[in-house]
């Protein structure tokens, strides 16, 4: 019978009782259908082009100019054009690296602060088109934008504001100018999907000759609301990146060490001043979406150096790099130092490869790839909003639970005990950036243990522990901004790294040892054999005696059998009695720490000495040096010396005086040797610096023994 006879048989009473029934079931219906609607957004939500870029994760940087020429990190802006000779340029080259190394795109130094043109700009002499490169008919611009095209790469370009060779800047003409170039940059050679300016203002430069120092106000001088407007216009796809000025499409993350904190809002506000741990953090309640770019060179510096070739960033530290940045909501724009040939360095390719290859056996099984799980609540029961909608690997689609529900979990049963060691994590981020808090826990021994405690999620995040065995995980969020939106989890077990560990010998003699992989297992020697996973094994901070020492180590993996090469220090005795005399700041004490990385400069500008009691007399046939490791440094670096030994901290004996050669390309340990002394008292003058009148600064001071 249908529903209008079933009416008609029924009184008028009843009818209107079933048709109101009807009607307030009808609202019912409306009512639990309003409760599935789509979540509302929370602002402030990324625009498509930072949604595009965000998906990107990672992409190459790459510095090449008039200054590769000259060793410089910054060029003055005078250099001569006929320097610039890259003889073996292959844009290609660049472009086949970052394909195979996993990357998304490359941006282009098209002019750095030295003024130099990568492009025959219409608008100055101060590029390619004075250079023997390609006869002066080169546009390595071109060469790039084309090369990228070929490997299906991306194309972004860095354009220096800070000019040191136009004669105009500081003055309103050179805005026309920079904005001339801009446009020749965004019109010229097709999409391009980000664009750079570099925040650097540094001051002085040749300015045409004029060899001034010119200041300007970052806040005013570019007017930048109006150079973005034609960015913009020129590039509608495009996202702007700026550390200083008006706030851009995209942020950087307060220091160029190659990490974003763990806590890391794609936010900002709109305007005021943005201090560094707002860089680094984001801001919670920000009025704009600032995600944080993670922009970081393979070797210490961003132009070639010789003098860098043994210090390219190593497998293990390009995966921290990895894990600190796409791992925390980042992305990671990775920069290679082009060399004077115009070549990627071999050993820069092999270990962007080799990175490439460990990312892909970390995250190459997800042990939760449409695993079921079990959410504590779903939005509406519906669904299109249910647990499995975080493991389906879809990022389109997500879990999530009713309005303004802000804690919720999810556990996954993965059936069988099952080991792992990754948690990725991501938000659905087009609605906006809501979790303020979360954990994870592994049901081990019949109980809930907690594995990690978190603060933010974002686009993606991903946690590293050490291995677990478990046959549930529970994931909970313990705070948001509303309801979050989870659209992927994945789970993996990825294999320890296996690299040479690195040794080091503290003031009092101990040693520690250090894998790449904190999960790695280390063998040590002390007798200068070779070791193996039979070796002593180590557990801690190994206190050795006052003497001579040779170290040598090995990281292995029981899981997978592999043993990493020795890696092998020899050490003179141990610096543990050692006493500065004649200086009383505490940080002194760095020049013998053991830790290259740290150093001291005399309060004096050179000439400058250090007096040393080593607390015994000591056979001595030699000394070493080491200078400040760091860039800036340079002008700290002693180059003439004298050396003196006494048994009385009286009546010195002058045992060494020269010179430590090449010692600017060459940033390692001086050796210096002379006859045999037994003395108690060591004596270093720095005599002169390389910076004209600085103060003279020491990495580390040691000895040698007979
Ligand atoms: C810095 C510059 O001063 C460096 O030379 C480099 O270009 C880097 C990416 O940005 O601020």
């Not at 194309?155 to 026309?176: A, C, M, Q």
């Not at 996202?239 to 000025?245: E, H, L, P, Q, T």
């Not at 994931?475 to 989870?486: G, Q, S, V």
């Not at 030699?622 to 050396?643: K, P």
């Amino acid at each position: 019978m249908s529903r209008l006879k079933k009416i008609i048989g029924l009184s008028k009473l009843q009818v209107v009782k079933r048709i109101g029934l009807s009607f307030l079931c009808l609202l019912c219906i409306n009512s639990s259908f309003a409760q599935v609607s789509a979540p509302q957004p929370v602002l402030p939500i990324p625009n498509a082009n930072q949604l595009r870029w965000q998906q990107m994760e990672y992409y190459s940087f790459v510095h090449l100019s008039v200054n590769t020429y000259t060793d410089m990190a910054w060029g003055f802006g005078n250099e001569n054009p006929k320097f610039f000779n890259p003889t073996e340029l292959d844009c290609r080259q660049w472009a086949r690296i970052s394909k195979e190394a996993g990357m998304k795109g490359i941006i282009l130094t098209a002019k750095h602060h030295s003024g130099f043109c990568l492009w025959p700009s219409k608008y100055t002499e101060y590029s390619v088109k004075n250079s023997p490169w390609r006869d002066g008919k080169g546009d390595m611009v071109k060469e790039l934008a084309d090369a990228c095209k070929e490997y299906g790469l991306k194309f972004g370009v860095y354009l220096s504001p800070w000019d040191r060779n136009h004669p105009d800047y500081g003055k309103p003409e050179y805005i026309t100018y920079f904005r001339n170039q801009l446009t020749e940059l965004l019109t010229n050679y097709g999409d391009v999907f980000e664009v750079w300016f570099d925040g650097a203002n540094g001051g002085t430069g040749y300015y045409g000759g004029a060899n001034e120092n010119r200041k300007i106000d970052r806040d005013t001088y570019y007017d930048w609301k109006n150079t973005y407007a034609l960015v913009r216009k020129l590039q509608p796809e495009i996202v702007i990146w700026n550390d200083g000025g008006d706030r851009a499409d995209l942020r950087w993350v307060g220091t160029e060490a190659g990490y974003v904190g763990e806590t890391n809002w794609s936010l900002l506000n709109a305007t005021g001043d943005v201090p560094e741990d707002m860089l680094r953090y984001g801001v919670e309640n920000g009025n704009a979406w600032v995600p944080g770019e993670v922009n970081t060179s393979i070797r210490p510096e961003w132009f070639y150096h010789p003098k860098e070739d043994e210090r390219v960033k190593t497998l293990p530290q390009l995966m921290d790099t990895y894990y600190n940045s796409v791992g925390r909501n980042g992305t990671l724009l990775l920069n290679f130092p082009i060399m004077p040939n115009g070549l990627i360095h071999p050993t820069d390719e092999k270990v962007v490869l080799d990175f490439a290859a460990a990312r892909k056996e970390a995250f190459d099984k997800n042990l939760v790839l449409n695993v079921k799980a079990q959410a504590s609540s779903f939005r509406g029961k519906d669904k299109k909003y249910n647990a499995d909608k975080a493991l389906d690997g879809n990022e389109d689609t997500y879990w999530t639970v009713d309005n303004q529900v802000k804690t919720a979990s999810l556990t996954i049963d993965l059936k069988k005990e099952t080991d792992f060691n990754r948690f990725l994590v991501q938000e659905y981020i087009t609605l906006g950036q809501r979790v303020k808090s979360f954990t994870l826990e592994a049901w081990v021994n019949g109980a809930w243990e907690k594995i990690d405690e978190q603060t933010t999620i974002g686009y993606k995040r991903i946690l590293r522990f050490p291995t677990v065995k478990a046959f549930k995980i529970r994931f909970t969020i313990t705070d948001a901004k509303a309801e979050p939106l989870i659209s992927n989890i994945e789970v993996y077990n990825a294999p320890v790294i296996i690299s040479p560990p690195t040794i080091t010998r503290n003031k009092n003699g101990d040693v520690r040892i250090v894998p790449g992989d904190e999960a790695a297992e280390i063998y040590y020697t002390l007798d200068g054999s070779s070791p193996n996973n039979q070796s002593a094994k180590y557990t801690g901070p190994i206190a050795t005696s006052d003497g001579k020492l040779e170290v040598k180590a090995v990281s292995y993996s029981p899981v997978s059998g592999k043993m990493s090469e020795a890696s092998q220090e020899k050490f003179d005795v141990s610096r543990k009695h050692w006493k500065v005399l004649n200086v009383s700041d505490e940080n002194v004490n760095r020049i013998f720490d053991g830790q290259n990385e740290t150093n001291w400069n005399t309060k004096e500008k050179a000439p400058a000495e250090i007096i040393i009691d080593m607390g015994q007399n000591q056979q001595l046939v030699g000394f070493q040096y080491l200078q400040n490791q760091h860039w800036w440094a340079d002008g700290s670096i002693i180059t003439r010396y004298e050396f003196s030994v006494s048994d009385d901290n009286q009546k010195w004996k002058l045992v060494s005086d020269g010179e430590f050669s090449n010692i600017k390309n060459n940033p390692t340990w001086q050796v210096k040797t002379f006859n045999l002394m037994n003395v108690r008292y060591i004596k270093l003058l720095a005599i002169k610096t390389l910076g004209e009148s600085s103060n003279p600064g020491i990495a580390e001071i040691d000895i040698i023994t007979k």
